[in-house]
């Protein structure tokens, strides 16, 4: 047994270390700071995954305006993820450039880009502690104040204020908390960095709807010039956005506001009238 496990632990040893050698794929560019052009401008950006030949995202050109709300929506893999990814340099572009506040992202240092970005995935974790303790996750130093502005606009503060207020506990992975608290709770804790753009990878799909809209509401009129991109399988999610991007197989069938891409985007109103009647939808 001796002979086995330390034959295991040689194996396990030789892997970690292998792990540490590798070269990361995403290096540091120059250290160029943030100016206060057009918040994020995408020129011909694609994205090929390492060892596929297949495009996950293929020739968009978008320019967002700083505070503007954008919808991302389209079918499972349609590349809706790809493309928020790209932005705090999860992957690197294949194609194209991807400039954020007037500078390409590859020229950034990583950590001067990542502190611009607050990024929501859909499940994101919680960790044993306290709200405080999960809140203080991304800025150690904030106040109790900004907690609690920050859990207000993601609308979470009635609930936590119905257990301890701030000292209530959370378990490992919030499993004393319902799917929507958990998401409501990132939310917050990405919004108490008061990032410049905030990324909402379907972070809101466990919320009824009246929740979500009473959030996206919150976020519009509580950030100040925030620019958000909402990810979302629901286009009520994102039908007042600013601009809707409508995605099918990593291609942009659609560029444009909720009531344009209903009238001339086949695969939008697709989308829409399947989960509402057309009457509705509209």
Sequence with gaps: ?????????????????????????????????????????????????????????????????????????????????????????????????????????????????????????????????????????????????????????AQALDFVNEKDGLDSKILQGGKNLSGGQIQRLTIARALVRKPEILILDDSSSALDFATDAALRRAIKTDTDNMTVFIVSQRFSTIKNADMIIVLDDGKVCGIGKHDELFENCEEYREICESQLSSKEAV
């Design 1 to 153: 047994n001796l002979i086995i496990n330390l034959t295991k632990s040689v194996a396990c040893g030789n892997r970690i270390n292998a792990v540490f050698k590798m070269k990361p794929s995403i290096n540091d560019g120059n250290g160029v700071k943030a100016s206060s052009d057009a918040s994020v401008v995408f020129d011909h950006v694609s994205a090929t995954y390492a060892g596929s030949k297949e495009k996950s995202l293929d020739s968009l050109t978008l320019s967002v305006p700083r505070g503007a709300t954008v919808g991302i929506i389209g079918a499972t893999g349609s590349g809706k993820t790809t493309l928020i990814n790209l932005i705090p340099r999860f992957y690197d572009v294949s194609g194209g450039s991807l400039k954020v506040n007037g500078t390409d992202v590859r020229n950034y240092n990583v950590d001067e880009l990542r502190k611009l970005i607050g990024v929501v995935p859909q499940k994101a974790a919680l960790v044993s502690g306290t709200v405080r303790d999960n809140m203080r996750w991304g800025k150690p130093d904030a106040t109790d104040e900004e907690i609690k502005a920050a859990l207000k606009t």
